[in-house]
């Protein structure tokens, strides 16, 4: 029994935080849920999800190759005694 009351009581905390610090309101939510699905539907979401994964990748190997670079860099001053 007081399982199930700490349970609804901590139910019933969660529902009215989560009521006070939501970011928008719930007409403003389903709105904005309602255009991600034509998006969805309409099949511009997976071409926009496939170019921002395409500038992740490419933003990744730049990253990489200035990382590698410096990398080897500062291996080479140190084995040279140049640091």
């Not at 610090?21 to 926009?48: D, K, W, Y």
Request: aromatic content about 4%; hydrophobic content about 35%.
């Amino acid at each position: 029994m007081k399982f199930i009351l700490g349970l609804l009581l901590g139910l019933g905390i969660g529902v009215g935080i989560g009521l006070l610090i939501a970011p928008q309101s719930g007409e403003a939510t389903r709105a904005q849920l309602n255009e991600q699905g034509v998006l969805l539907r309409s099949g511009n979401f997976s071409e926009e999800i496939r170019a921002r994964a395409q500038e992740a990748l490419t933003q990744g190997r730049q990253l990489y190759s200035r990382t590698k670079d410096d990398l080897t860099d500062r291996y080479t001053q140190a084995r040279s005694g140049n640091l």
